[in-house]
């Protein structure tokens, strides 16, 4: 069963490639479009080609996000865990006030 999980892991690797490279691309492109529609228009800016469109999207995906594709569902916020849930069930009112309290701390800076 090992060696069958290997032996599709392979095939999946091997699609990701052209997949992962068609997708940059196709992005890079609409970014291009994009970028050439809007901003020299409204901001003067000077139109991209195809290889600063491609250089600026991997730049932002560098900066902004660390080129994670997974997207926003495999990050919840610390209160959404089962044990964070089990942990503010088990709190007192007293405690669970504490906590709100400590929160609107952080949260209003």
């Known amino acids: 069963m090992n060696?069958?999980?290997?032996?599709?892991?392979?095939?999946?690797?091997?699609?990701?490639?052209?997949?992962?490279?068609?997708?940059?691309?196709?992005?890079?492109?609409?970014?291009m479009l994009l970028w050439n529609a809007v901003l020299p228009k409204v901001t003067g800016a000077l139109p991209l080609d195809y290889w600063q469109a491609m250089g600026i999207f991997v730049l932002s995906r560098l900066l902004f996000s660390g080129f994670r594709f997974r997207g926003h569902h495999g990050h919840r916020p610390p209160f959404m865990h089962a044990s964070m849930k089990n942990k503010l069930m088990e709190m007192s009112d007293e405690e669970r006030e504490q906590f709100k309290n400590q929160w609107k701390q952080r949260c209003c800076k």
């Open 3 to 31: 060696t069958m999980h290997q032996h599709f892991g392979g095939k999946r690797r091997f699609l990701f490639i052209p997949i992962f490279l068609t997708g940059l691309f196709a992005i890079s492109g609409i970014v």
